[in-house]
């Protein structure tokens, strides 16, 4: 097992992608500390840092819409995350499946799931 020491952190912090492990499905990008991979690890749950909030969240915690981990995987620089998760419900804020529901020219492609003013 790859010790968390040993991860490239950038002022605390390591990127992380969640993917679906089903369909391969890019959910998000965020930010996780030594301390949120750990719990990741030992619960099975996703737990990222907020930036915003400057604390530990662990996804799903207000939405319920948590993540469940499948397989972790490292970068060959060990500065990034790859998180194979099942995905319940949307994994975005806004109330689409995905973060990455938009293409390049401002077009919404993806499938909104959920309406957040009824979960936050």
Known sequence: MINTDDLKYDNGLIQAIAQDNDTREVLMCAFMSKEALEKTI???IVHYWSRS???LWKKGESSGHMQKVKAIFIDCDMDAVLL?????????????????YRNIEGD????????????Y
């Open 84 to 100: 194979m998760v099942e995905q319940e419900g949307g994994a975005c804020h806004t109330g689409y499946r995905s973060c990455f």
């Open 108 to 119: 919404v492609v993806g499938k909104k799931i959920f309406d957040p003013e009824d979960v």
């Open 42 to 44: 030992e619960t099975g």
């Open 53 to 55: 909030r400057g604390k």
